[in-house]
């Protein structure tokens, strides 16, 4: 015999859930009135219904990036959505910081040991499964992590990008020059720190594409390695960080700028993730 689910048992199961209310009434139905049953059932169809979404684009969500009180350890974690709409939603944003606080706590190696953390109030996997529940969109989570002397975060205006730098080195003003060189990241979009950690895949491309430019413009054939080795250093100081010309003062690079503070300062890693 089925369980007398009350108006007051829908009301209670929405409001520690978010589901909607014909979905409530039925769980609960089908779990005979217990609640934490009921609650399973909307995780798994909050599953199922991403999993029909399966196909679709998520490139709305929310970005966000937290450092420790001792400024050396920087997450980044993406939680991706459909729509704008659930993106803005404030429940969203609460979960992503949720599972952000938990990633700073617990400073996962991969995504996978990212779900089975702790955030004192379930797991991260189980709070984006609560967050499918309530939104019933397609959601996919990204992660990134740096250690270093000085980690500095940025976030971009309405939680779109966000970005880590590490430096080598701790110092008076270091944390507040990390945030400009994130800044910095986020506005031009390097490649690499420096030139050496190009790829070379990307390198042999860029030649390719310097020597077809200077043979359209009618240059001898023994000559195109040369203007094409020209252009790859030109490709360098435009997209490798520590080259670019500095976004706050163009007369100087971002590694003269570090260097004004500390002529050892440098960038040992850096971390960029946006939406779409």
Known sequence: MSANITAADVKKLREMTGAGMM??????????GDFEKAIELLRKKGQKVSAKRADNEAKEGVVMAMVNDEQTRGIIVKLSSETDFVAKNQEFLDGVEIIAKA??????????ELM?????????????????TKFTEKMELSYERIEAPVVSPYIHMGYRAAV???????????YDAGRDVAMQVAAMRPVAIDQDGVDQAT?????EIGKEQARQEGKPEQILEKIAQ???????????LLNQQFVKDSKQSVREYLHSFNKELTVTAFKHITLG
């Open 23 to 32: 979905d409530c009434k039925k769980a609960l139905a089908e779990a005979e």
């Open 103 to 112: 990633a700073l706590a617990n400073f996962p190696a991969s995504v996978e």
């Open 116 to 132: 089975k953390q702790s955030t004192g109030n379930g797991t991260v996997k189980t709070t984006i499964e609560d967050l499918l």
């Open 164 to 174: 880590l730098i590490g430096l080598n080195v701790k110092g008076e003003g270091h």
């Open 203 to 207: 390198i042999e491309k860029e030649i």
């Open 230 to 240: 020209g252009k790859l250093q030109k490709f360098f100081k435009d997209n490798t």
